[in-house]
């Protein structure tokens, strides 16, 4: 599975952005798929995710209310809708999926078998 962001760019404090992750390859099994971020300097976090099955989405508790993930199947693709964006989400925003992960292990990066390249979100004040 090869995972590909986008969307990435610079906005100001308030603003929206809407990234996208399209996967390609191993795309007919079910893929759980996730957004993790990293600042500079800081560990790898985790944004949201959905489960394999598509039924449940998990938010990191710093971008709950303001951020929503979604997905088009048809088009193998998850996105990351961002509102009320805030300098604190400044960081490079990655795509992750798998195939195996356990629902109990959703929110940890160590889970997540495939990883897209990263996008970088800028949010100035």
């Known amino acids: 599975v090869q995972l590909q962001a986008s969307g990435g760019g610079l906005v100001q404090a308030g603003g929206s952005l809407r990234l996208s992750c399209v996967a390609s390859g191993r795309t007919s099994i079910n893929l759980a798929m996730a957004w993790f971020r990293q600042a500079p300097g800081k560990e790898r976090e985790f944004v949201a995710a959905?489960?394999?099955?598509?039924?449940?989405?998990y938010y990191g508790n710093s971008v709950k209310g303001r951020f929503t993930i979604s997905r088009d199947s048809a088009k193998n693709t998850v996105y990351l809708q961002m509102e009320s964006l805030e300098p604190e989400d400044t960081a490079n925003y990655y795509c992750a999926a798998s195939s195996t992960i356990k629902l109990s292990r959703t929110r940890t990066e160590e889970g997540y078998a495939y990883w897209g390249q990263g996008t970088q979100v800028t949010v100035s004040s």
């Open positions: 959905f489960s394999r099955s598509g039924g449940y989405t």
